[in-house]
């Protein structure tokens, strides 16, 4: 079966791992900070701080922008539930926002309450969302703005890399095997706030801190807890592996953009497959490599006929508010018609650096084989 992503692993890689088991650290040492810095310089923010997983990413960055119990949090209901889920985490309502023809929030059906108090725009499938906009009707109205970049590690947004937070207060990554690098499970949160990258810290280890003391000292040994936070630690194992990683990631990027362009050339005249491309002042990096058929019952089969030929799709995303929890909390149908249409139509097909151009020509044969 050729799945729609997969990771890379090098021998560098199994090597970086080993190494770091034989270290005086397995977590809590030097690594997450070597991996930290090296991100940060990637991406082009101040900071960096490394977490268990994406997820953990987005109700740390929540958390640190003050989301609580009353506040609504705008995002897209395109995207994995965790974009979501952070909001319920804090006490907050997740409001939902539609689509535009490419998959990404709609800065023209923006709406912002007296409640809202923080959007995430979801960089779905790697194409940046129309950030100068959003950030600046978010400015106007004191919203913190948190990128859910999962999709979109490399991407570039007019002349800014996604992760350097031009547009927004902080960014989070997601290190799972399926995206562009991966540390087993794993995440990032880039800022250029001191304020903001201290309260992460603190956040992902409990709370707990040894600096800014509000008690008075007890003695060298002495940290206190200042507010309720979580164990969101990641291991300096994994952090070797997120270095290894990163010093090839140039080149993972790039192997996704030659599969997309070849993708794009081979459909470019079949009229009953419409890609979500590149813009020209946006540069998608590729982590899901999508296409709309004309309708429901067309995705349906093609899904089942390439999985019948070893090729295992996958569709990105059920609007997050049609999962029976939501629904339980008392979202309905027809809350954001477009994203509802969309879903009903894509299917996101093999896309992963060890794709090989025989496996991608039988992919792209058997697609256009289905329409012809
Ligand atoms: C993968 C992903 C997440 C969650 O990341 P985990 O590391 O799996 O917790 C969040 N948002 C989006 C859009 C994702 O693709």
């Known amino acids: ?37 090296a991100f940060a310089e990637f991406v082009g923010s101040k900071y960096a701080v490394a977490v268990s997983n994406g997820t953990a990413a987005l109700h740390l960055s929540c958390l640190a922008a003050g989301l609580g119990k009353g506040d609504e949090l705008i995002t897209s209901p395109l995207t994995f539930v965790a974009s979501a889920n952070c909001a319920l985490y804090c006490g907050a309502t997740p409001k939902f926002s539609d689509i535009d023809e490419d998959g990404l929030l709609d800065p023209g059906r923006l709406t912002f ?34 990128e859910d970049a999962c999709h979109a590690l490399g991407a570039t947004y007019k002349d800014s890399k996604i992760g350097d937070c031009t547009y927004s207060h902080m960014t989070i990554f997601s290190f799972h095997p399926v995206k562009h690098l991966t540390t ?9 706030s001191k304020e903001f990258y201290d309260k992460l810290v603190a956040l992902r280890s409990h709370g707990i801190v040894s600096d800014g003391l509000k008690n008075e000292s ?12 979580y164990n969101y630690r990641i291991t300096d194992i994994q952090c070797a592996l997120g270095l290894s990683q990163l010093s090839q990631l140039s080149s993972f990027i790039e192997k996704r953009k030659i ?6 050339e081979a459909f470019k005249d079949m009229d009953k497959i419409g890609v979500v491309n590149q813009k020209s002042d946006r540069i998608n990096s590729y982590h899901l490599y999508v296409i709309k058929v004309p309708d429901v019952k067309m995705r349906y089969d093609l899904f089942i006929y390439l999985k019948d030929n070893g090729i295992l ?8 508010y049609l999962n029976p929890y939501y629904e339980s909390l008392g979202y309905k149908k027809g809350l954001c018609v477009d994203a509802e249409k969309f879903y ?11 794709l090989t151009e025989t496996e991608q020509a039988k992919v792209i044969r058997l697609v256009k084989g289905f329409f012809s």
């Open 113 to 146: 309450s007296e409640k809202t108090k923080v959007i995430i725009p979801v960089h779905y499938g790697g194409l940046p969302c129309k950030m100068s906009e959003i950030k600046e009707m978010a400015d106007s109205k004191g919203v913190t703005v948190i």
């Open 259 to 264: 599969i997309a362009d070849r993708y794009n």
């Open 218 to 229: 007890h003695g060298p040994w002495y940290r206190e807890m200042q507010m309720l936070g």
């Open 313 to 320: 799709c996958q569709v990105h995303y059920l609007p997050v």
């Open 1 to 37: 079966m050729i799945p729609y992503g997969r990771q890379h692993i090098s021998e560098q890689d199994k090597d970086a791992v080993l190494s770091a088991l034989g270290n005086d650290f397995l977590t809590t040492g030097p690594k997450i900070e070597k991996f930290e810095i």
């Open 344 to 354: 009903g139509r894509i299917i996101s097909l093999p896309i992963f650096p060890d």
């Open 184 to 192: 087993g499970e794993g995440g990032m949160i880039t800022t250029n």
